[in-house]
T-cell receptor
Framework: RKEVEQDPGPFNVPEGATVAFNCTYS??????FFWYRQDCRKEPKLLMS???SGNEDGRFTAQLNRASQYISLLIRDSKLSDSATYLC??????????????FGQGTTLQVKP | DAGVIQSPRHEVTEMGQEVTLRCKLI?????LFWYRQTMMRGLELLIY????????DSGMPEDRFSAKMPNASFSTLKIQPSEPRDSAVYFC?????????????????FGPGTRLTVL
């Protein structure tokens, strides 16, 4: 079983739609959680951190369910520029160190006009 | 402030040749990560350093791969000899020292990557 699992998609949605991505992780010792965005032939960039209480950044809402080991990302009013691959990421922090990030395979979103 | 710098951006080489990839960290960052990305396997962590010390190299595929951090701001990843299955995009990422104000030490900043093709 992969440590971080995502539906690869692609998700094809019209502009203005609301779309949700889900992700599960296998290691209950995971300490912190993120969504990264990767555009075609570019490097991954941090989109947002995910907090236990849930958090929102404009049109983006992230949720974490530690009991179910489940993370979600909701995009409202999707724009053409949201088209990208969204990577679910967990951090396995080791004592005294930064820890290492485990990346999911990514979910591809294509927003159509 | 400049981001993570990687060179070369593209490398095409023949099987059996030595390849050296380079990375310069963001100023003030003290953790360095090397990743490899392919369509089949996604983004894989190869090795990471904290304060110039290798912490976890369990992702390094085999002895043909080696990484060094000769100083606090620079790292190399070497493949010798290279093989066609090494073709991938290699990313370097850094994360900040906890002494940086408001730093999230678990946030990583990626370089633009080196696209390696081994023929």
């Amino acid at each position: 079983r992969k440590e971080v699992e995502q539906d690869p998609g692609p998700f094809n949605v019209p502009e203005g739609a609301t779309v949700a991505f889900n992700c599960t992780y296998s290691n209950s010792a995971s300490q912190s959680f993120f969504w990264y965005r990767q555009d075609c032939r570019k490097e991954p960039k941090l989109l947002m951190s995910v907090y236990s209480s849930g958090n929102e950044d404009g049109r983006f809402t992230a949720q974490l369910n530690r009991a179910s080991q489940y993370i979600s990302l909701l995009i409202r009013d999707s724009k053409l520029s949201d088209s990208a691959t969204y990577l679910c990421v967990v951090n396995l922090r080791s004592s005294g160190n930064t820890g290492k990030l485990i990346f999911g395979q990514g979910t591809t979103l294509q927003v159509k006009p | 402030d400049a981001g993570v710098i990687q060179s070369p951006r593209h490398e095409v080489t023949e099987m059996g040749q030595e390849v050296t990839l380079r990375c310069k960290l963001i100023s003030g960052h003290n953790s360095l990560f090397w990743y490899r990305q392919t369509m089949m396997r996604g983004l894989e962590l190869l090795i990471y350093f904290n304060n110039n010390v290798p912490i976890d190299d369990s992702g390094m595929p085999e002895d043909r791969f080696s990484a060094k951090m000769p100083n606090a701001s620079f790292s190399t990843l070497k493949i010798q000899p290279s093989e066609p299955r090494d073709s991938a995009v290699y990313f370097c990422a850094s994360s900040p020292h906890e002494r940086l104000a408001q730093a999230r030490t678990d946030t990583q900043y990626f370089g633009p990557g080196t696209r390696l093709t081994v023929l």
